[in-house]
């Protein structure tokens, strides 16, 4: 028996307020069926759960999320949907436990009817973008997340079989080995690498699984096959999983596949619960209803009658004065009086060497297939070492050659490294993964950063060694392969420098562009004060000499290669006689001659370890800051919630007064 959801104020003059909603009102059978079968799946150690009175701010004052109330249970798919920005994503956030800390959180979220945190392995999110290895195959992306995730107890054997299984499930079977492809090379379709995607993040078996706008961006037929994958999940998993996405307007045949929709307009509840449609797909029905946009039709005389706010204002206290709501809320008190296990978190994710194992293999194939990040970086800078031997060829032994050679040797400790940034973008994409594997908790940031050294070092060898080859002997530098091989490792040390530097940027400045202004600014800085374009004597010393010229790793670059190359060299005096190369170090470059080349190549090793040791602990800082700055600013939001009978209450207290 249905019934019609709607007001007892007239908004006549809105056609498509009339019949807003056509909601199950209370089917015994339903009932009976929805709530054995969730039962079933709590005794089988599912997952239930619960939001109430859930408000959500940022910096100003601004509510995202205002009083929201709902349930998710084990064996149902809930759709949260709603027009853009009306707090889809941030109420997932919010569930999830994964808000930013720039905002604030008020009301109670409970897992089984008690407060807890979602341990690892319990729960999965899958994010809007996808972010996978490029180059990788299907199965090798599955298989290497697998070697990650899963325990150390299980064989490799057994991870390989999880890893084909989750593949099945989500229908890429025949796609195994087609490669998932990105700009410049073909590979999947949009839908098959959200199927990818999602294969990563049900590796573990989670009972609680949040999608955001998994269908974002596809035709409706694509829409359906992983919305369909998505919801089979459920008819495969004994304990049934809860799924939770955010959605924004899916088909008919999509809209059916949904067991509750939680309905959001301006960060308010329109609707929670069944639902069941009549003429039209009531996805395009909802949108159309509690949609602002719209308003613009008013505006322009297109259409006759009150504005959407005022409609959804109306729907919002016809939602709670109706049965359903209250159906809700008993639901609520059921399941937390029922309650639930405590969650358990899964064995354990792969020991640390297996991951520092498993992410430098599969680094290492991802950057051998990868044109752009080292191969292409090869080639122009052996087209350049081949120019600049050209342009310096029998440097000779005269007067000149001293100038010459330092010329040179500047350009190499200075360009041939800043080149290096050109890789910054494969980077930033290298992050994104790191950032979604992190925050499932799949590896740690340390395992990250080995395996990131560990990778680039045959990559980088082969870059400094080539060109560094021919920009040596073909302009017939310092003669004596020692002298070569202190050349080719300095400039390999510089290069290995430049890419930890980086990694320090794109833990600040993510957006690839300006990582590689930044980047190429703190360079240029440090090519200035390095000590070639202004003698170190002659630096200003309040900020350009100290600290600067100290910190600047082109000093140590350009007094190493200086005195592999003039160490032991004499050349004729203009005013007659001749000059050692120690004495053109001493007096031409003012160099430091207190200690050997190899002091200053120790010093740029160490630099590459504290530059990479510094992005580990940028990475943890901001980790632990985050839940911190949340919580403090959650209770101070809080407390002025608890004001609001107070004649100074804030707007924000003001306004959630109203909405009660």
Not at 108 to 128: C, E, F, H, M, P
Not at 147 to 168: F, G, N, V
Not at 375 to 392: D, E, H, K, P
Not at 577 to 590: A, F, P, Q, R, V
Request: hydrophobic share 40%; net charge neutral.
């Amino acid at each position: 028996m249905a019934a019609s959801f709607h007001s007892s104020e007239p908004v006549r003059s809105r056609p498509e307020t009339q019949a807003v909603f056509e909601v199950e009102r209370h089917n015994p059978i339903q009932a009976s069926n929805t709530g054995g079968l969730s039962n079933r799946f709590m005794e089988g150690g599912g997952v239930s759960l619960t939001w109430d009175d859930l408000w959500v701010t940022v910096s100003g004052g601004r509510s995202i999320l205002r009083g929201l109330t709902g349930y998710a249970r084990p064996g149902e798919l809930l759709a949260i949907m709603g027009p853009s920005g009306c707090g889809k994503s941030t109420l997932l956030d919010t569930l999830a436990g994964r808000l930013g800390p720039n905002t604030r959180q008020a009301g109670d979220i409970l897992i089984n009817g008690r407060k807890q945190a979602l341990a690892y392995g319990t729960s999965a999110y899958v994010t809007q973008d996808d972010a996978l290895i490029t180059t990788l195959t299907v199965g090798e992306a599955v298989y290497y997340s697998a070697q990650l995730q899963l325990p150390d107890t299980m064989t490799r054997s057994e991870k390989k079989e999880r890893a084909e299984m989750t593949i099945r499930e989500m229908g890429l079977q025949d796609a195994r080995n087609t490669r998932i492809g990105g700009w410049g090379a073909k590979g999947l379709s949009g839908g098959q690498k959200r199927r990818v995607s999602i294969c990563i993040e049900i590796l573990t078996k989670p009972k609680l699984l949040f999608l955001d706008e998994p269908t974002s961006g596809f035709d409706s037929a694509a829409s359906y096959y992983v919305m369909s994958r998505i919801a089979s999940l459920n008819q495969k998993d004994e304990t049934g999983r809860t799924i939770i996405a955010s959605i924004h307007q899916p088909s008919f045949e999509v809209f059916q596949l949904f067991t509750n929709l939680y309905l959001l307009s301006a960060g308010k509840t329109v609707y929670f619960g069944p639902v069941s449609a009549s003429n039209e797909n009531p996805s395009d029905h909802f949108l159309k209803t509690i949609n602002k946009d719209f308003d613009k039709d008013i505006e322009l005389g297109y259409a006759n009658g009150i504005p959407t706010e005022e409609v959804i204002d109306i729907l919002v206290k016809s939602y709670k004065s109706y049965d359903v709501y209250q159906m809700v809320q008993h639901e609520i008190a059921q399941i937390c009086k029922q309650g639930g296990e405590a969650l358990e978190k899964n064995k354990r994710q792969s020991k640390f060497f297996t991951q520092c194992h498993v992410l430098t293999r599969r680094s290492f194939v991802n950057m051998s297939r990868d044109l752009g990040y080292y191969w292409m970086r090869l080639c122009i800078y052996v087209a350049l070492s081949v120019v600049l031997g050209t342009v310096f060829s029998h440097i000779g032994m005269d007067d000149g050659s001293i100038q010459a050679r330092g010329s040179l040797i500047m350009f190499v400790a200075s360009f041939l490294t800043f080149m290096a940034i050109g890789g910054f973008p494969s980077f930033v994409e290298e992050m994104k993964i790191f950032e979604r594997d992190r925050l499932n908790g799949h590896y740690g940031v340390t395992a990250f950063v080995i395996a990131n050294t560990l990778y680039a070092l045959p990559f980088l060898a082969m870059v400094a060694l080539i060109p560094g080859a021919i920009t040596y002997f073909l302009p017939g530098l310092h003669k004596g392969y020692q002298h070569f091989l202190f050349f080719v490792t300095l400039l390999f040390a510089c290069m290995l420098l430049v890419e930890s530097l980086m990694m320090i940027v794109a833990s600040l400045v993510p957006n690839f562009l300006m990582g590689i202004i930044v980047g190429a600014g703190v360079q240029g800085l440090m090519i200035l004060v390095g000590g070639f374009f202004r003698l170190p004597t002659d630096l200003p010393k309040p900020v350009l000499k100290y600290p600067l010229y100290h910190i600047a790793f082109h000093k140590y670059a350009y007094q190493g290669l200086f005195k592999n190359e003039f160490e032991g060299m004499t050349f004729p005096n203009v005013q007659g006689g001749t000059i050692s190369g120690e004495e053109i170090l001493k007096h031409t470059w003012h160099l430091e001659m207190g200690y050997s080349k190899w002091v200053d190549l120790a010093i740029l090793f160490g630099m590459v370890v504290f530059y990479r040791l510094l992005f580990s602990v940028i990475i943890k800082t901001t980790e632990k800051a985050k839940p911190v700055v949340t919580k403090f600013r959650s209770a101070a939001h809080k407390e002025r919630v608890q004001t609001m009978v107070n004649p100074s209450a804030t707007p924000l207290d003001e306004e959630k007064r109203q909405c009660q």
